[in-house]
Each structure stands twice: as structure tokens, then as C-alpha cells.
């Protein structure tokens, strides 16, 4: 199953409305009476009903608007590895046993075509994630018993303010003002609807463009060190995670031949971030070439099934200054 | 204004109903229709009717049973430099003039009389708090603006588990195991109806029992680094804040003619958590003589107006074994 949060004019706006779509992205049936998704996690009784209409991408909300809870994981320890190496900073041997993750904001998530607000001095980056949505995660919970309590999977932009960021995490305390709100792709989709969903993973290429020119070609289903089960029983070691928790993964990040990666323009996979792109030009060149995001950047992040067809809908982000 | 969250066994039990309590907290009105306070704090037009009932403090949930965000300063500096000294770490000078504040899990607050469920290994502690809860903030709020989005003030037990944090701090993202959930104030109330709330602060004594013996008769209106308007304004400096938003101010902690303070049974005024208390017998003793909590333990948090009427009804937990 296919779901979607759609926006509306009505009494719904905060949350959206709750709808099915269909496998190819094109239509959709929207809940009756009208009940956003965190109710359908909370328990309720929901139908879908009437003729179906258009699905429109651009009228979609993230799946959950807002969240009780998003704990980003850094799963790729890849990514962690390429990007404290760019900061000079050591990454202890510990990262590649015991998960990474923090407490995300998740008061309110962009919608996936929502603008990027901010001040490029900020060093706006975008992260391409996966992400996945759960029921109700008992404390202490196993890996196999996190796996079962999976909802729903879908694609996370989660926004990093580079230049922010080294001041923050040298207090201890994660990220506040560095990680502003992020977004998710339009459409959530239940596992056994992805068939390249196995063991906790999603297997299938994250796509991302910037300004209409290949970034990241990267493989989701491969370098995680740490899959969902994982993540999520690190998450419940010492409380219950409530229904419409997101768990995201970390960027998603490819070794090549055991060490960095190369750009999609050498015929590399790429990168899910501006950050490992500046790294790899800092170590072949001394200096990075690529810059953060400005004004009138456009980031787009999607995934295609075998067909070609878009399974989740694009994240489709313009920058804009505060 | 006072209001609370009622625990039922209807269609709403998730989120509570929202009443209005009178101000010696012995009767309450609930809503009619039943909504919750993040309704409430979405702007859903709501009433109060019918005759008023007991108020009966052990039948509440904490004002926002779950909410969209939580995030907790550190705004009694004091207690940063008291618990990193204990720890052996180093407190750079600029956390006098940055707030230093994490992102909390918010999706399921304990009651405030719900059980604390752990594993004593943890090193498991309280922190007593202020916390406001607020509504829509922009980003780039200014204090003024963050102080008059303030609805509601409460107080907070967050508990922590220190034998769990120093792993986590060192990972440089903030805490996910070591800060499980938190228990708030059976009562929320909006400043106006505080004759204690001056410019962003609490004034008033924040009033700690351990097994029914004064551990804490902190005053949480000095010693307080940043007021919640500067801390409100951290937070949104760079991202909007949802309406619904909890601002903690971190361990209420009190200096004693510029140094650390000391124990209640010692005439002092005693601390608001247990690590700090072992920080000080650490300085006295050379090692501290203090335990963490353990199973049949039970802490009591809550806070008297001028005549010995509690303000905000108690936080009162038991440990008890995971």
C-alpha cells in the first residue's frame, strides 16, 4: 500500500488528509470521514471512498506533517567516516558497532516541494535518507521485533547547516540549530509493497539531482552497517517508542573499492550530500570545489523501480533566503 | 489558568481531555466535546461545561501527553559546570553565553505519577525543571517575541540515566538512551495567573523530596543564565517552532556565595538532581556517597505560592525495576 498526506484548505490543513494512492503515482482515494495519518498509527478505524481523483505530488504534505518523534541514525558509516575526516576530526572505531543517531526535530517537516528558507551562510547541504515510520516499539525490543513494528518506508531530505554544524556538536548536546526541518517524499510505502525491501534494507538507487544535473547515483541496499532492526532496537534500549516514530538512516553512502567514492560526472555513484563531494575534492585537489547550496538551488531526490517508474515521488526542493 | 489533561478510558485516552482546574487544584471542568491541549494549541475553539468534579492529580496525564517537540537548555549554568566537573570533563567558557540545549524525545511522557521503569545499572536520576510550552514560533524570533508566545509554564523531572551519558556525549550527537521519557506537573499554568513569573524566569522554590526526605529547596528565579525568551529564541533561530513546542530550562541549580552549594540537612538549599549532590561529596569526601535511584525509591517534585498551596500539583514517581 501506497499512502499519502494531502493538503487541503479545510479544518484537516495542519495535518492532511489521509489518502491511498495508487502503484503508479497517478490517482489517489482519499479518507472518509477525513483523518490524517498519525491517527491511522494511532489505531483508527479508516476507510477510503468515493471515485478516485488526480494524485498531485505538489498538493502532498510529508506523509506525518509533523511527528512526535524523528531519531535520524547514521547507518552509512561511510558518510561519517568521509565527513568528520573533512572536518579534521577523528571518528572513534566504536562507530562502526554501536549505532549513531540523534534527536530530530520533528515539530514540522517541509512538505516534499515545500522551499529550503535559510541563509547560505548557514552552508545549506541537503542528506538524501532513507526513512521508515513505526507502530508502537516496546522498550528493550530485539531487532526482529523492531523489524515487525515497521509501517511504512519512505525518502528523507534531512537539511544540514554545515557551517553550524562543528560548533554545536563540540558542546556534546546534537544538533538544534543546525539541523532546521527536513522533508520526506510525498508517498510512504508499506514494506511488503517493496520488493526491494530485505532484511531491514532497502535495496535500489537513490537518485539525486542538483539543478537538473546527476549527483548521486548511490546504493541504498548496500555499506549500511546498521539496518532498520538495528536502528530501532538502539532507539527502544531504554523507553517505548510511540506509534509515528520516524527512524531515518543517514546518508546514504557507497565505498568504492573499499575507500571514498567518485562523483557521477567521473562515472562514480556519487553522493547523497554536498559535504562527501567537498571531501573528495579536498583530498585529490587540497581544497573543495564544490559549494553549499544558494539562492534558486534546486535539489531533487526520488528512487525508480525496475521499470522505471517512481515508487516514493520526488522531494523536489527550491532554495530560497530567509 | 490552570488545565490538565484527564486520563479516561474512551476514544481520547491516547492524548487525555483537556480541563480547566481551579486554583487550589481541588475541582476541574472538563471539555465538551472532549478535545486534547494540542488542539487546543492549534487553535481548535474549546469549552468547558457542565458541573465542576474532583480533581484528582493521580488521574492525570502530564499536560501534553506527547508532543511534537521537546527540547531542554541548560540554563542553570551552574549545574553544567557542577556535573562536568563530576564527569572530569572540561565546560568551555562560552556555554555562560550560548545556551547549551538538546532535542528531547517527546513521543510519550510519563504521568507524573507513573512509575520510572529502568535498570538501576543505568545510574538512573531526576532533574527538576522548569518547562513552558508555547505556541507558534517563527524563525528568528526575537526574545520578545518568544517570551509572548509562552502558554503555559509546568514542571518538568527529567530523568536521566548518567551511567549511560558520558558514552553518549562523547559521540557528539545528544542523548537517545540515556534521557529516557520525562514526567511533567499534573497542572499547566499561563503566566498571567503566576505572580512569580517576572521577565522569562520562575521565581519560587522548586521543592525536591527523596523517600519523603528535603533533597532540594532550590530557587529557580536566581542563577538562571538565560531566561526562556533567550532560550525560545535559540531554538528558532534558524527553523519555525510548532505550537505545542516544550521548553525546558535544564537542572534548576543554585550557587552558594558564588561556589557550589550544599545539602539540605546541612542548611543549604540542597540540589535539584542527584549528581550534582555527588559532585559536591566528591569535592568534601574524595568520592561520592550518594546512590542513584534504585527499585522503591520514590521522588517527589513540586513547587508553593506564598500561602503553601502547591502551584502546579506534584511530580511524584517510584523506580521500579525494568
Known sequence: ??????????????????????DDLTACRISHPHCGLQSVLDGMDWQVAGPPVAFDPARCFSPL?????????????????????????????????????????????????DPIVGNPDWGID?????????????????????????????????????????????KGFGFVQSKPACAFSPVAVTVDD?????????HGTLKIDVNGEPFGRVD????????????????????????????????VSNKLDGGPGKAVAQGGAGYACIAEQRMIETIEH??????????GDRVRIWMEDDTGRSIFGAIDQLVQLI
Chains 1, 2 share one sequence.
Not at 499512502?3 to 495542519?14: D, F, K, Q
Not at 579534521?88 to 543517531?101: E, I, K, N, T, V
Not at 522498550?139 to 513494528?149: C, D, I, P
Request: hydrophobic share 45%; aromatic share 8%.
Open 1 to 22: 500500500m501506497k499512502v499519502a498526506s494531502i493538503r487541503t484548505n479545510g479544518a484537516a490543513e495542519r495535518d492532511g488528509i489521509f489518502a491511498v494512492v495508487d
Open 65 to 113: 506533517p509533523r511527528a512526535y518523534q524523528f531519531l535520524d541514525g547514521s547507518a552509512y558509516v561511510n558518510h561519517v567516516a568521509l565527513v568528520r575526516r573533512a572536518r579534521g576530526a577523528q571518528m572513534p572505531d566504536s562507530f562502526w558497532h554501536d549505532p549513531l543517531m540523534y534527536q530530530g526535530g520533528s515539530d514540522g517537516f517541509l512538505a516534499p516541494t
Open 126 to 170: 541537503f542528506e538524501g535518507e532513507i526513512a521508515v515510520i513505526t507502530g508502537h516499539v516496546p522498550m528493550g525490543a530485539s531487532r526482529e521485533q523492531a523489524l515487525a513494528a515497521i509501517r511504512f518506508v519512505m525518502l528523507c531530505n534531512d537539511v544540514s547547516l554545515r557551517n553550524l554544524i562543528p560548533g554545536e556538536l563540540a
Open 194 to 202: 517493496l520488493p526491494g525491501w530485505r532484511d531491514g534494507t532497502l
Open 220 to 251: 541504498a541496499g548496500v555499506d549500511m552497517t546498521f539496518d532498520f532492526g538495528q536502528l530501532i532496537a538502539h532507539a527502544a534500549k531504554t523507553r517505548n517508542l510511540g506509534a509515528g516514530t520516524i527512524i531515518g538512516s543517514g546518508t
Open 286 to 295: 587540497g581544497s573543495p570545489r564544490t559549494r553549499f547550496l544558494d539562492a
